[in-house]
T-cell receptor, first 116, second 109 residues
Framework: GAGVSQSPRYKVAKRGQDVALRCDPI?????LFWYQQALGQGPEFLTY????????KSGLPSDRFFAERPEGSVSTLKIQRTQQEDSAVYLC??????????????FGEGSRLTVL | GQNIDQPTEMTATEGAIVQINCTYQ??????LFWYQQHAGEAPTFLSY??LDGLEEKGRFSSFLSRSKGYSYLLLKELQMKDSASYLC??????????WGAGTKLIIKP
């Protein structure tokens, strides 16, 4: 499709398991963002890529979180040794331009992670 | 610190008008966004204000006062499908979006 695609839509993990969440942005979009959204809250910034370069990872909550975008298109957010507090919806968004006035962000539908 | 405040929940009647307020305190300002998010779905862009004043787009309008750190989203001729959360977000001096917690709007017939 033409929009941002995320998979899996739903993931249940046992505490301590590793998970990988995939984001396929709109083709040609330079900027890619990962956000974490808890129930009833706004998105919280995790990390930002401009093409393949990870320019900002200040929002990653711990070193268990890792993100990559090796070819400047698809991105993967990996969470190691998941904890219950990692349960949230993980949103990916892309935009056509680079860092600067971002304009409109195009969001995927998110990956809902539940850690038991 | 950086802070975005908006009401948690509002209720309005189908066909009426509702105003959702947002106040912000951020490190710099490069624009304010409103997004709509239906339950379980992705946020979708509604409006962007960078200069003071009112931006109108169909049934939706957004207002900004930079000196007051204040914005509102005005929804007219409310429809049941407008039931959603409305997120206010400010782009700070580092070009990062700071998000409010969202206002859940409930439309009653």
């Amino acid at each position: 499709g033409a929009g941002v695609s995320q998979s899996p839509r739903y993931k249940v993990a046992k505490r301590g398991q590793d998970v990988a969440l995939r984001c396929d942005p709109i083709s040609g979009h330079v900027s890619l963002f990962w956000y974490q959204q808890a129930l009833g809250q706004g998105p919280e910034f995790l990390t930002y890529f401009q093409n393949e370069a990870q320019l900002d990872k200040s929002g990653l909550p711990s070193d268990r979180f890792f993100a990559e975008r090796p070819e400047g298109s698809v991105s993967t957010l990996k969470i190691q040794r998941t904890q219950q507090e990692d349960s949230a919806v993980y949103l990916c968004a892309s935009s056509p331009g680079g860092l600067g006035p971002t304009g409109e962000l195009f969001f995927g539908e998110g990956s809902r992670l539940t850690v038991l | 610190g950086q802070n975005i405040d908006q009401p948690t929940e509002m209720t309005a009647t189908e066909g009426a008008i509702v105003q959702i307020n947002c106040t912000y305190q951020t490190s710099g300002f490069n624009g304010l966004f409103w997004y709509q998010q239906h339950a379980g779905e992705a946020p979708t862009f509604l409006s962007y204000n960078v200069l003071d004043g009112l931006e109108e787009k169909g049934r939706f309008s957004s207002f900004l006062s930079r000196s007051k750190g204040y914005s509102y989203l005005l929804l007219k001729e409310l429809q049941m499908k407008d039931s959603a959360s409305y997120l206010c977000a400010v782009e700070d001096s580092n070009y990062q979006l700071i998000w409010g917690a969202g206002t859940k709007l409930i439309i009653k017939p």
